[in-house]
């Protein structure tokens, strides 16, 4: 019940088009849910979050969509430029027995731009 | 740069040892969290310290240990060390403990086992 799943494991789009990857929850506890970047050899950062009391967050060329009902949530990157060829992940966290905040990660997307 | 530091960047060690990561948080950020990053597992939560307590727990193995100090930062103990337990190993941390807090990771340390 603490999974999250995510898809694409890869996706290859074209510059300027729109790069969408899908995550799913079981878990109706979580109440944040993050993306994560990560380019090779480097940290995950944080990108933009969501909580479930909105269905979009836009933040520059990214958007959160979230839907709670189908316990669902994606992320769009707009004119998607090479600079964006990472590795993506979302996540979920919500109150645990204790008040601790741990993240539970999707498997991760490796999106490139090609030019 | 997010503002959390840890050293060392590689460690590279043998079979049977034990090895000491070392994790600064940011300025003001209360809690600590470890993550393990392999290949087959993913990214996984290993322990969260908040003010120097344990605050959770997850798939740790008891070879494993951490502590948070009162200067807040954090060390992560893996001792018998296997060859399965080469990984990528992260140190986030948070404004408090709570859950839906945003958490900032470091460079993280490439971990060798041989």
């Known amino acids: 019940q603490q999974q999250v799943k995510q898809s694409p494991q890869s996706l290859i789009v074209q510059k300027g088009g729109i790069s969408i990857i899908n995550c799913a929850y079981e878990?109706?506890?979580?109440?944040?849910f993050p993306w994560y970047q990560q380019f090779p050899g480097k940290g995950p950062a944080l990108l933009i979050a969501?909580?479930?009391?909105?269905s979009e967050k836009k933040e520059g060329r990214f958007t959160i969509s979230f839907n709670k009902s189908a316990k669902q949530f994606s992320l769009h990157i707009m004119d998607s430029q090479p600079g964006d060829s990472a590795t993506y992940f979302c996540?979920?966290?919500?109150?645990?027995?204790?008040?601790?905040?741990?993240?539970?990660f999707g498997t991760g997307t490796q999106l490139k731009v090609e030019l | 740069d997010s503002g959390v530091t840890q050293t060392p960047k590689h460690l590279i060690t043998a079979t049977g040892q034990r090895v000491t990561l070392r994790c600064s948080p940011r300025?003001?950020?209360?809690?600590v969290y470890w993550y393990q990053q392999s290949l087959d597992q993913g990214l996984q939560f290993l322990i969260q310290?908040?003010?120097?307590?344990?605050?959770a727990k997850g798939n740790i193995l008891e070879r494993f240990s951490a502590q948070q100090f009162p200067d807040l930062h954090s060390e992560l103990n893996l001792s018998s060390l296997e060859l399965g337990d080469s990984a990528l190993y992260f140190c986030?941390?948070?404004?408090?403990?709570?859950?839906?807090?945003?958490?900032?990771f470091g460079p993280g340390t490439r971990l060798t086992v041989l």
């Open positions: 986030a941390s948070s404004q408090s403990g709570r859950g839906g807090q945003e958490q900032f």
């Open positions: 878990n109706t506890a979580f109440d944040y």
């Open positions: 969501i909580r479930p009391d909105v």
């Open positions: 996540a979920a966290s919500g109150v645990l027995t204790g008040g601790g905040n741990k993240l539970t």
């Open positions: 300025s003001g950020d209360l809690s």
């Open positions: 310290y908040y003010n120097g307590e344990e605050r």
